[in-house]
Each structure stands twice: as C-alpha cells, then as structure tokens.
C-alpha cells in the first residue's frame, strides 16, 4: 500500500506485474471450490509470488546507481516481498526456517 504518487520505478514494477496478478486472478475464477485448502492454488500463488521477485530482481540489476535513495528502496521492497513469501506462502519448506501457523 502507498498513498501519493509512484515514484518511476514503482510504477514499473507495478505495470510489469501486471500480467501475473491477471492470471492470478483468472484461476481464482476459473474455480468454485474453496481454493484456500487446495495446494494447486498456493502452487499458483508461488508462482505469482515468483513472478514479481523476478521483476523486483531485474528492476534492482537496472537500477541507477547514481540514485541511491530509490535503489535502497527498491531493495527494501525486494525483501520484503521475498520475506512475505517465505513466511506466509513457501511456509516450512526452506530449510533452516520454522514457521508457525
């Protein structure tokens, strides 16, 4: 969540991720059932997760270096996009981290 304006990079990302969140989305209708129990849906939701860590990835390889306070958080929001994954979506499967429901 942002209030304001996107900085550039932000925006993106933001357009960039666009696709993945669409075909998120389109599987969550194509489906009746109760997607949350079902361990094809959070495969999809990985793979969305993936998606926009890969952008997160190529965005901070583009970066300017010059421009140190937006490259910093750009690679905030990479990590904490990362962390979310790890602890709410891939939970328990890497090793050396225990989470808890």
């Not at 304001?4 to 960039?16: E, F, P």
């Not at 599987?27 to 999809?44: F, G, I, K, Q, Y």
Request: hydrophobic share 40%.
């Amino acid at each position: 969540l942002r209030w304001g304006n996107l900085s550039s990079t932000q925006r993106q990302v933001a357009c960039a991720a666009q696709q993945a969140f669409v075909n998120l989305q389109n599987v969550r209708r194509s489906t009746e059932e109760d997607l949350r129990a079902s361990p094809a849906w959070w495969t999809h939701v990985l793979e969305y997760m993936r998606a926009i860590s890969k952008t997160f990835a190529t965005k901070c390889e583009e970066a300017d270096t010059q421009d140190t306070h937006a490259t910093r958080e750009l690679l905030m929001q990479r990590a904490v996009w990362e962390l979310l994954e790890i602890f709410f979506v891939n939970k328990g499967v890497i090793d050396g981290i225990i989470t808890e429901d």
